[in-house]
């Protein structure tokens, strides 16, 4: 059993409870968080621990791993203090917001001993699993281009100012524009393209404030980019194309094109999203059906249908709870494999360089680096090398 320790009770924090049973061998310990009316409300809603004050937290013997829930700018200053006090910990994106403060942590982690992971956890799903899978087997051959999308769709238009979580946390829509969409939410595209492809060696980017006006209480505030897209080489030869936005229509897919054929995931934040497969000169009966239609007609449906055949793949027992909406994402896995690494004593994939690779990743993507050469990398073997 491995106790752990949240710091942050906002928004995101009741994703995580909601998921916390699905993973028997975690148990919470407690929680802190410097708005003591949010601590309160979040505490009694789930019958949760206060500490008193984050010292306490950090030097309660009995917990091993801290789980950072706070905002981005918190990050590295809570991330550190943690690992000084000699505490594992896992942190929501991104592990600091500067490269340089995020490899200190890193450097820190390791000279400790102690294990430093980052979230997202929608690559240790279901859907990953088997889309691995696929590469492994030579189901597309050997991939070559990839597309991921993180467009989220015009969240501003929507009524944002009264969303709430389980336990009552406003969403914090004024926060997340400023800090910007690619901060918030390409890590979950990233964390796909890293886990199967492995570390970037360059990146061309582009960001930009689209959309000025958020709606009330956000005109006069100064807002990070709703927009960007990147273009990725990486290491192992596969090129991929990255965008994140919150004006363009939701797309959170991931297309994997091949020498044999291609693979489309049709959300990246479901644990069992369905998967499509097609051969190159393979088409489904109702797509032959729809192509003679459309030429028979002269002109283009106004629809789109998802190339290729689902792809089955088994339930595992137990696949749990997840959040209804709007990310099926199993929240607290990432801690759930991090807790089993330390007790195997190995590395978790998520954790160390890889994560300090997705943070500068991220934070290049957010500036809208034209031609970054990246500074950082690691070891990776992936199984699709030989097919």
């Not at 991104?94 to 102690?114: F, N, S, W």
């Not at 969240?155 to 389980?166: E, G, I, L, P």
């Amino acid at each position: 059993m491995t106790k752990i320790a949240f710091v942050g009770t906002g928004f995101v924090a009741d994703y995580y409870m909601t998921t916390l049973p699905n993973h028997p061998g975690l148990t919470l310990a407690g929680a802190w968080d410097g708005n003591l009316d949010r601590l309160g409300q979040f505490c009694d809603f789930h019958d949760v621990q206060q500490y008193g004050d984050l010292s306490k937290l950090l030097a309660d013997p009995d917990t091993s791993i801290i789980v950072n829930l706070t905002t981005p700018e918190s990050h590295y200053a809570i991330n550190k203090s943690a690992l000084q006090a000699g505490k594992h910990v896992y942190c929501e994106k991104p592990l600091a917001m500067r490269r340089e403060q995020a490899e200190e942590l890193v450097d820190l982690a390791e000279t400790k001993g102690l294990t430093l992971c980052a979230a997202p956890a929608n690559a240790l799903s279901d859907a990953f699993e088997a889309v691995s899978n696929h590469l492994a087997t030579d189901t597309i051959g050997r991939p070559r281009l990839v597309y991921a999308e993180m467009e989220d769709g015009p969240v501003f238009r929507a009524n944002w100012q009264d969303w709430k979580s389980r336990s009552g946390a406003p969403w914090p829509g004024v926060h997340e524009f400023e800090v910007g969409c690619t901060l918030e939410h390409a890590g979950y595209g990233l964390s796909w393209l890293v886990g199967l492809f492995g570390p970037v060696k360059h990146l061309t980017s582009f960001s930009a404030l689209a959309f000025p006006d958020k709606g009330p209480g956000t005109q006069d505030l100064k807002l990070a980019p709703d927009f960007s897209v990147g273009c990725l080489t990486f290491e192992s030869g596969v090129i991929a194309r990255i965008t994140c936005g919150l004006a363009a229509p939701r797309d959170r897919s991931f297309s994997a094109m091949g020498d044999k054929g291609t693979l489309v995931l049709r959300d990246l934040w479901d644990n069992r999203s369905p998967i499509h497969v097609s051969a190159d000169d393979d088409r489904t009966f109702i797509q032959k059906v729809v192509n003679q239609i459309e030429h028979r007609l002269g002109r283009t449906l106004p629809f789109r249908l998802t190339a290729g055949r689902v792809a089955p793949y088994a339930r595992p027992a137990g696949s749990g709870q997840l959040p209804n909406y709007p990310s099926k994402i199993d929240f607290a896995r990432g801690i759930a494999e991090q807790a089993r690494a330390i007790g195997e004593d190995r590395k978790p994939f998520f954790s160390g360089r890889v994560s300090l690779h997705l943070t500068e990743l991220a934070l290049a993507l957010s500036a809208g680096e034209h031609d970054y050469t990246m500074k950082t990398s690691f070891d990776f073997n992936p199984s699709w090398t030989d097919a």
